[in-house]
């Protein structure tokens, strides 16, 4: 059955490092998403993707968070100059345009 | 106000108990529901979707109330391995097709 695959699986980082979060989506789908959920805390939405570009963002999603589909299978996130507070798992989803959203197994990022 | 709001429980039952988790969303936009488990520290993974005449999926069923706002979900006979959160969600279509989670409520099942 195909899935999203997410990489690493988990990134420990220094604050003020760059990180480049990275997934795989479904290869047929359209839609595709980043989310990030901070321990104990609900699922939150940061970016969807659609046709190579950004559909819609939430207000997360400032100028330290970009994302890119370099070669048409690959879709990552990356956030330029981590702070503490970034520390979160992060999922990456994926969309065949139905509604339903496949979850990658997430990507636990820790800012020291 | 939340967009998708849900009781975090926990909400803690016996091995064979029928449970409920409500959800309202306020978003009257809202095109589809599901209904997502989450277990510890994993991804969230599609438990059901929710149509308008409710719908069954062997021990689980959803339903949804348009005019109220409101969905549902009944797990029968509750089972051990169904501990987890689980998440209310929807979709909006228009804004990115994007998923918009209630903040779960967390069932625990006891022997």
């Known amino acids: 059955e195909p899935e999203v695959t997410q990489t690493p699986s988990h990134q420990v980082t220094q604050m003020g490092q760059e990180v480049i979060l990275r997934c795989v989506p479904i290869?047929?789908?359209?839609?595709f998403y980043w989310y990030r959920q901070i321990l104990g805390q609900k699922v939150e939405f940061l970016v969807s993707?659609?046709?190579?570009?950004?559909?819609?963002k939430s207000e997360i999603f400032d100028d330290q968070f970009s994302v890119e589909r370099p070669d048409g299978s690959n879709f990552t996130l990356k956030i330029r100059s981590t702070k503490l507070e970034d520390s979160a798992m992060y999922f990456c989803a994926s969309n065949p345009g139905q509604g339903i959203a496949f979850f990658g197994q997430g990507t636990r990022l820790t800012v020291v | 106000r939340k967009e998708v709001e849900q009781d975090p429980g926990p909400f803690n039952v016996p091995e064979g108990a029928t449970v409920a988790f409500n959800c309202t969303y306020s978003n009257s936009a809202s095109q589809s529901f599901f209904w997502y488990r989450q277990d510890c520290r994993k991804e969230p993974k599609l438990l059901m979707s929710v149509y308008s005449s409710g719908n069954e999926d062997g021990r689980f069923t959803a339903q949804l109330n348009r005019a109220s706002q409101y969905i549902s979900l009944l797990i029968r006979d509750s089972k051990l391995s169904d501990s987890a959160t689980y998440l209310c969600?929807?979709?909006?279509?228009?804004?990115?097709?994007?998923?918009?989670f209630g903040g779960g409520t967390r069932l625990m099942v006891k022997p």
């Open positions: 290869s047929n789908h359209l839609y």
């Open positions: 993707f659609y046709n190579n570009e950004i559909s819609e």
């Open positions: 969600v929807v979709n909006a279509y228009g804004a990115g097709n994007m998923l918009t």
